[in-house]
């Protein structure tokens, strides 16, 4: 079975979320990046964050002078935005589908595994399939993501569809080699 097949099957199944994991260059990104422009073609809005990127901008929130943290416009133009830790919970537990990338690419600070549990818990724990979609992507193993961010991340992150990406590195298998003398 494939990248695609297994997440067709999870979506079917109604296996939310869905956690896709897999050494480097694997195709995780690229496999949730068209799925989630296939979303942006539906009235679903989709959500896209890095981990490592969600907890710095809580971070700046929190020590700003205001509680707010300024972004680029996320249309290209026009004025930035500024987002407070409310607003941008608000967003992510609330989208109809988010997708979280790079979940554990740095070892977490005691307030990086905190925010990244309240993203989590807020998220996740609901019991029954809703409207709402996540998909997320890792290096990590459960059981590795397990051992660093701990069990309760886990039950809620990988309680749906896990999926392991195995294969070549695609980066190194697409470059091209010159073997000169
Ligand atoms: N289905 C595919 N067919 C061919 N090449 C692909 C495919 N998916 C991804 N690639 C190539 O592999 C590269 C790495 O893919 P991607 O960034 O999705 O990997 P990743 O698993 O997210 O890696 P990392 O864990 O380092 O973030 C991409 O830049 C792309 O060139
Ligand atoms: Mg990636």
């Known amino acids: 079975m494939g990248l695609r097949e297994a997440?067709?099957?999870?979506?079917?199944?109604?296996?939310?979320?869905i956690y896709i994991f897999g050494e480097q260059g694997r195709g995780k990104s690229c496999a949730m990046g068209c799925l989630y422009v296939s979303y942006k073609e539906t009235p679903a809005v989709p959500q896209w964050l890095s981990l490592d990127t969600f907890i710095q901008?809580?971070?700046?929130c929190r020590t700003s002078r205001d509680?707010?943290?300024e972004i680029p416009n996320p249309t290209g133009f026009g004025n930035s935005i500024w987002r407070s830790e409310c607003d941008w919970f608000h967003i992510a537990s609330?989208?109809?589908v988010l997708f979280v990338d790079d979940i554990g690419i740095k070892p977490p600070t005691d307030t990086g595994?905190?925010?990244a549990y309240k993203l989590f818990n807020q998220r996740l724990t609901k019991d029954k399939p809703t409207?709402?979609?996540t998909f997320l992507s890792s290096n990590l193993s459960p059981e590795q993501l397990n051992s660093i961010y701990g069990p309760?991340?886990?039950s809620r992150v990988c309680r749906g569809t896990v999926i392991r990406c195995?294969?070549?590195?695609?980066?190194?298998?697409?470059?091209k080699y010159h073997d000169l003398f």
């Open 57 to 60: 901008q809580i971070i700046k």
């Open 7 to 17: 997440i067709c099957d999870g979506l079917k199944a109604k296996r939310h979320p």
């Open 67 to 69: 509680g707010r943290c």
């Open 131 to 133: 409207q709402q979609m």
């Open 94 to 96: 609330g989208c109809p």
């Open 113 to 115: 595994l905190e925010i």
């Open 166 to 175: 195995g294969g070549e590195d695609r980066r190194l298998k697409n470059a």
């Open 152 to 154: 309760r991340i886990v």
